[in-house]
C-alpha cells in the first residue's frame, strides 16, 4: 500500500520505518529541512531500541523516503497518517494548530480520495474538526480516521510491531477496510483491531493516559505515607500487585512521571472536562501530587546538608525514562533546576540524553564522559532515571569517587540493607531510610 506519514518524531517516523518494514511503500513528511537532510543520509535523528536496523534496512529496499514537501507525501499517499505534535497550550489544552493547519493543506493538494488517519493525540471532537477543515476546500471524496497511537518510547519499535491493540475509530466502512488490511501483518498472533466510533477512540487514549499517571500517582502518596508511618514501599507493592485486579506494573514509585505524553495528556483532559462542565478531581490530584513529587528528594537533599550551596551533585539520568534520548517534563530537569537555585553545581551522565539536556542547560552544568567520572569529588549522587546500567553499579568505586558516600535514589534501584553494609547514606523513595 502506498502511505505517506506527516510528522517524523518518535511517534511517526517508527511508523513510517515499521509500515515499510510490512512491504508498504512509505514517503515521510516533515517541516524540519535538517532532520529530513540527515534521514536522506541514514542518520537516525531520534535514539529509539532497533529502529536503526529497520530504518536502514527500507531505505536500502526503496520502501522509504523522506521529503519536506506535503504535496510530494499526499501525491504519494492512499492513506495520510498525522503524527503532528499536540503540545500543551498555554490554558493546558492540547494545541490543535499542528494538525489542523496540516489538515487545511491536504484539503487544498488532495485529487483523489484519501484516507487521513489521525495518529496525534487529540481531544474529543478532533476528526469532526479535521473533517471539517479538508471539506472546505476538498475536490474529492476522503475518510478521517481515529487510529491513537500506544507505543512506548524505549520500546516503540517492539510495541508498534506487536501491538497489544490497535484503535480505529472510522465511521466509514471504506477506510476501516482499508484499516484492517493494513495492519493485519501487526496482528496475527490474535490481538485486536478493535474497530469504534471516531470519538470514543480519541477518548481511549487520554483515558489510558490518565489512568496509568494515576498508578504511578497514587503509588507515589502511597510511598510518601510509607515513609510517615515507618512502611517499606516495597513490600505493599509486591503485596499489593500480586492481586490480578491491581497487577504487577507500573506500581514502582519515584520522583513522578515525565515525558511529552503524561503531564500533557492528563492536563488536555482535564481541560477538555472543564470545557463541558465537568471536573475531573482525580485528575486535579494528579497534577498537583506528581508536580511536587518531582522535587520530592530537595527537601531531603536540603536536611542532609543543611545547605546546599557550594555543594556538588553528581546526576546520573537525565531522560525522563530509561532507553530514550527525551527529556520532555523530565523530573531530573526540575530537580537540577533546585539544586541550581540553591547553589549546588552539578555533574551529570546520562547514556543518550546528554546532548539533549545540553541544548537546555548550556554551561550551567558540567557534562560527564561516564557515569563514573560524573562521581569525582562530588558531595553526593542523585539517581533520576533508571537506566539498566546503574542498577549494579561498583560500589567502592562510588565510595571512592564521591567524597563521603551518600545517594539520594529518585528510582529506588538499590536494596536498602545491602547500601547500608557498605556503609552508605542511601535515601531513597517510601522504604526505611539510612541516615
Ligand atoms: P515529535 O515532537 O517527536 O515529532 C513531531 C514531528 O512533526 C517533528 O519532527 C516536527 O518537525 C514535525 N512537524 C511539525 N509540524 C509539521 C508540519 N507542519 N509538517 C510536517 N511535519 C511537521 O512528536 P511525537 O512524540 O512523535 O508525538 C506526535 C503525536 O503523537 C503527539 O500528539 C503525541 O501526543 C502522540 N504520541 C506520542 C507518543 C510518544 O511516546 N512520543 C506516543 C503516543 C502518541
Redesign the pocket.
Known amino acids: 500500500m502506498k502511505i505517506a506519514v506527516?510528522?517524523?518524531?518518535?511517534?511517526?517516523l517508527v511508523t513510517g520505518t515499521c509500515l515499510a518494514e510490512t512491504g508498504n511503500e512509505v514517503v515521510c513528511?516533515?517541516?524540519?529541512a535538517s532532520?529530513v537532510e540527515k534521514m536522506r543520509q541514514g542518520i537516525v535523528p531520534i535514539y529509539e531500541p532497533h529502529l536503526d536496523l529497520l530504518f536502514e534496512r527500507n531505505i536500502k529496499a526503496n520502501r522509504l523516503s523522506f521529503t519536506t514537501s506535503?504535496e510530494e507525501g499526499l501525491e504519494h499517499g492512499d492513506i495520510i497518517f498525522l503524527?503532528?505534535?499536540?503540545p500543551e497550550d498555554e490554558d493546558g489544552s492540547a494545541d490543535l494548530s499542528?494538525v489542523l493547519?496540516?489538515s487545511e493543506e491536504i484539503g487544498k493538494k488532495i485529487k483523489q480520495y484519501k484516507v487521513i488517519v489521525d495518529?496525534?493525540?487529540?481531544p474529543v471532537g478532533t476528526s469532526e474538526k479535521v473533517h471539517a477543515v479538508i471539506a472546505e476546500n476538498a475536490i474529492c471524496e476522503f475518510d478521517v480516521v481515529s487510529n491513537p497511537?500506544?507505543?512506548?518510547?524505549g520500546f516503540?519499535v517492539d510495541d508498534f510491531l506487536k501491538p497489544e491493540r490497535i484503535v480505529v475509530g472510522s465511521s466509514s466502512d471504506r477506510a476501516t477496510e482499508l484499516m484492517q488490511k493494513l495492519y493485519r501483518p501487526f496482528v496475527r498472533s490474535g490481538n485486536p483491531i478493535i474497530v469504534m466510533d471516531e470519538k470514543s477512540a480519541e477518548l481511549t487514549k487520554y483515558a489510558a493516559n490518565s489512568f496509568l499517571a494515576t498508578k504511578i500517582t497514587f503509588m507515589n502518596e502511597i510511598a510518601n505515607y510509607c515513609e510517615k508511618v515507618g512502611a517499606d514501599v516495597d513490600k505493599v507493592r509486591v503485596g499489593m500487585g500480586t492481586d490480578s485486579r491491581i497487577g504487577k506494573r507500573f506500581l514502582f514509585p519515584g520522583i513522578g512521571y515525565g515525558g511529552?505524553?503524561f503531564p500533557k495528556?492528563v492536563k488536555a483532559l482535564q481541560k477538555a472536562g472543564k470545557e463541558e462542565d465537568y471536573d475531573f478531581k482525580i485528575l486535579n490530584a494528579v497534577i498537583d501530587v506528581n508536580q511536587k513529587q518531582k522535587t520530592i528528594l530537595l527537601p531531603k537533599m536540603d536536611d542532609y546538608f543543611g545547605d546546599l550551596s557550594g555543594k556538588k551533585i553528581a546526576v546520573w539520568g537525565l531522560a525522563f525514562k530509561p532507553e530514550t534520548d527525551d527529556i520532555r517534563e523530565a523530573p531530573s530537569i526540575d530537580m537540577m533546576n533546585g539544586l541550581l537555585e540553591k547553589g549546588a553545581s552539578l555533574s551529570v551522565f546520562d547514556p543518550e540524553a546528554m546532548p539533549n539536556i545540553k541544548r537546555k542547560f548550556g554551561e550551567k552544568l558540567s557534562y560527564a564522559d561516564s557515569m563514573y567520572a560524573a562521581l569525582k569529588d562530588a558531595d553526593a549522587l542523585l539517581i533520576c532515571t533508571e537506566w539498566s546500567i546503574f542498577r549494579t553499579p561498583d560500589l567502592n568505586k562510588i565510595k571512592d569517587l564521591l567524597k563521603s558516600p551518600v545517594i539520594f535514589d529518585g528510582r529506588n534501584l538499590y536494596n536498602v540493607n545491602d547500601l547500608q553494609s557498605e556503609g552508605f547514606t542511601y535515601i531513597s523513595i517510601g522504604r526505611n531510610e539510612i541516615r
Open positions: 506527516i510528522g517524523t518524531g518518535y511517534v511517526g513528511v516533515d517541516i524540519d532532520k506535503l503524527a503532528l505534535p499536540t499542528y493547519g496540516v495518529k496525534s493525540t487529540v497511537e500506544f507505543l512506548r518510547e516503540a511529552s505524553c495528556d
